[in-house]
């Protein structure tokens, strides 16, 4: 006897899309939060149009800003400004977007319970059970979502990969001049070594500003942060919260993402990619895929890591050869990478391809010249 058809461990965007799809399917779906939502998540909230696409809802109501340029800088000096033609990304406060997502679930059927952590969890082959506060939950398949700290798919008995990188946002309460000079525009700051940026990304009342760089100079990332503000002209406002965090990396087909009954998603699985640090759209690419086997596949885990190795894994190579490839050329030949970047509008087009959802890291890669052997490169390295 099972009381779940689904368990669904942590409600971000993975947890919550796969609830919801499941739950919208007919089947019986529990969704265990730990924190109380809405809770405050350490992102940029950057919601790229292809992570659009692929949620199956409409987020306008949570959305704070649309994004169609991006302005390039080297610590704090600004280099260019590029402009897509269509919107790039949309802009969300990870509280709000978060709970948003759960509410859907929850419409669509799913149980969600919040402030309510699972505690431990046994996966066998065909069922599951799952330890909370409030007693033990038994189900038929176990989608673990709980992010790239969340210690579910340990404890299922999941390798866990040390590809890492350290990450620091900050919510500053900037003044309304600086909220003006950001308005539909993300800042991107470059030159860090041995790889990584800045961002700014423009909320309604508020910046999101932030540094992903390589876990080695995850000690100095505050005092980075601090003079990246300093640069912006920020160094008084008034910051509303600061955390840390890391992004984990899947770098291999080899690392599973599935067994028996339990499913890893998102950042549990380390879906996210080494040249934005970005992991929406694949957490919410995974909860597709993986509500997709389980609803329509005899052996979902089979299936499930069938697609992860066939639709997202070749993004994220392809984005970590082009990461070692332009931080690499940014940090070695700063004044070469500005002209080329600036002058070759291709490099853009294509990037913002990606962006919008049109084109992937790994078509584009393919067509650039040396792209394809820079990937095999890197791969046997
Ligand atoms: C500083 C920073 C900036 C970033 N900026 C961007 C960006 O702009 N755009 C972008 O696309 N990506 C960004 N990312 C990456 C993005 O935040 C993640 O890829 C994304 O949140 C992954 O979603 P998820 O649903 O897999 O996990 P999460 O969003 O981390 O959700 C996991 C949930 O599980 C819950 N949980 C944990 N343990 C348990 C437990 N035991 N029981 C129940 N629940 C549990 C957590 O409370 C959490 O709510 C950023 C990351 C960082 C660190």
Redesign the pocket.
């Known amino acids: 006897m099972t009381d779940w058809d689904a368990i669904v461990?942590?409600?971000?965007?993975?947890?919550?899309i796969a609830a919801r799809r499941l739950a919208a399917a007919g089947a019986r779906t529990l969704l265990?939060?730990?924190?109380s939502l809405p809770?405050y998540?350490?992102?940029?909230?950057?919601?790229?149009a292809r992570?659009e696409a692929l949620l199956g809802i409409p987020i306008a109501p949570v959305v704070e800003d649309t994004v169609d340029a991006i302005e390039v800088s080297r610590f704090g000096a600004t280099w260019f400004r590029k402009r897509s033609p269509r919107p790039l990304a949309s802009m969300v406060m990870?509280d709000r977007f978060?709970a948003y997502l759960a509410d859907a679930a929850t419409a669509a059927g799913a149980e969600l319970r919040d402030d309510?952590?699972?505690?431990s969890v046994a996966a066998q082959h065909d069922r599951v059970e799952v330890e909370t506060p409030n007693g033990r939950e038994r189900g038929q398949w176990l989608l673990v979502?709980?992010?790239?700290?969340?210690?579910?798919a340990r404890s299922c008995g999941f390798p866990i990969s040390g590809a890492r990188s350290a990450?620091?946002?900050l919510e500053v309460a900037a003044p309304q001049a600086a909220l003006e000079r950001w308005r539909n525009a993300a800042n991107v700051d470059v030159g860090y070594r041995p790889w990584g940026y800045g961002?700014v990304?423009p909320k309604e009342r508020t910046l999101s500003i932030?540094l992903?760089t390589a876990p080695a100079r995850g000690r100095a990332i505050r005092r980075q942060a601090q003079r990246y503000l300093d640069r912006l002209g920020l160094a008084e406002a008034r910051i509303e919260r600061v955390?840390?965090?890391?992004?984990r990396y899947r770098r291999s087909r080899s690392e599973p993402v599935a067994r028996g009954a339990a499913l890893l998603?998102?950042?549990?699985a380390g879906?996210?990619d080494e040249f934005?640090?970005?992991?929406?759209?694949?957490?919410v690419h995974s909860a597709n895929l993986a509500t997709d086997a389980i609803l329509n596949s005899d052996r979902p885990a089979a299936a499930y890591s069938a697609a992860v190795n066939s639709e997202i894994q070749p993004e994220l190579d392809a984005a970590r050869t082009i990461s070692r490839l332009y931080y690499f050329c940014v940090a070695a030949w700063p004044w070469l990478a500005r002209h080329a970047s600036n002058l070759v509008n291709y490099l853009w087009r294509a990037f913002f391809r990606v962006m919008r959802g049109e084109s992937t890291y790994a078509a584009e890669l393919r067509r650039l010249p040396g792209g394809g052997a820079a990937q095999r490169l890197l791969a046997a390295s």
């Open positions: 461990i942590g409600a971000g965007p993975a947890g919550a265990l939060e730990k924190q809770r998540k350490a992102c940029g909230g950057g919601v790229p992570a990870r978060d309510c952590p699972a505690q979502a709980d992010g790239a700290t969340g210690p579910t990450a620091y946002e961002w990304f932030g992903v955390a840390g965090h890391p992004i998603l998102g950042d549990a879906l996210a934005t640090a970005e992991g929406i759209a694949y957490a």
